[in-house]
């Protein structure tokens, strides 16, 4: 199931006391560029029992999601989140098999413009 977010980052700002909850691919990175937040979830299931687990990230933490699914962020103090949906597999794919003569080449300099000379027409 594809990820509820772009493949680039976004930055979702948190009040305090807000409550979010994503749908995120496994290897979303989460950043915390400001404030703290609660993160609970995806939920596994261990010895036959769910299980939520939680975290907590502070200003400047960095966190990578392990396994899709859907997780819970729980602003204690106002702050930011920023999020990175990695591309999916086909995408990287396209990436590695892009030729060398497809790739966007840099904009060349202006060509120069040759004026005809009236005069030499007329001879």
């Known amino acids: 199931m594809p990820s509820d977010l772009d ?9 305090a006391g807000q409550v979010l909850r994503l ?3 496994a290897g979303t990175v989460l950043h915390a ?5 609660a993160l609970a979830g995806p939920m596994q299931w261990l010895a036959g029992h769910c299980h939520m687990p939680q975290r907590r ?3 400047g933490d960095t966190w990578i999601v392990p ?3 859907w997780l ?3 602003a204690s103090r106002g702050g930011a989140l920023s999020v990175t949906v ?9 990436a590695c098999l892009v030729l060398p003569w497809h ?9 120069p413009l040759r004026i005809p000379d009236p005069t030499r027409q007329r001879r």
């Open 86 to 94: 990695p591309p999916g597999w086909l995408a990287r794919l396209r």
């Open 23 to 25: 749908h995120v691919a």
């Open 33 to 37: 560029t400001a404030g703290e937040m």
């Open 57 to 59: 990230l502070r200003a």
């Open 67 to 69: 396994a899709r699914g």
């Open 103 to 111: 790739r966007p080449r840099p904009a060349a300099g202006p060509a």
């Open 72 to 74: 819970t962020v729980s």
């Open 7 to 15: 493949y680039t980052p976004t930055v979702m700002p948190l009040p």
